[in-house]
């Protein structure tokens, strides 16, 4: 059985677009540019998308590149952007070039990331010496220690 919540969103643009879904069964919620926005290679740029929204609380948004403009060279570079629910502020989306050409043009109206809600569980930290963690098979091994690769 599915989570079920209501997001609510405002259009801060007469020409913005409100999120859609690909299928019925998408994880993600397409979000649309604004306008026109040009991305030069290796540099990071903000695009608009004229939104805002209300995310309940104990949710997150997660901004996430669409595979199609990842495929292009188009990629998100704080990887998955997180929207807070207490953020009433305008959606953007963060993203760099990193493709073929020096630019790459976003168009008005285009598809440029997606949007998934994911629940955020209430976390109370507890100090306590290194000691006391419990002991794993794994142990301190660090970046590529949990396979052969």
Known sequence: MRNEIQVKFAKLDAAAQLPTQ???QAAGWDLYALEETIVPKGASVMIPT???CAIPEGWEGQIRC???LGKKGMIL???VGTIDSDYRGELKVLATWIGEG???TVGKGERVA???FAPVPLVHIEEVDFSDLESTERGVGGFGSSGQY
């Open 22 to 24: 690909g299928s019925a």
């Open 66 to 68: 669409r595979s199609s």
């Open 102 to 104: 020096d630019t790459f």
């Open 114 to 116: 997606q949007m998934l």
């Open 77 to 79: 570079p704080n990887g």
């Open 50 to 52: 004229g939104l805002a």
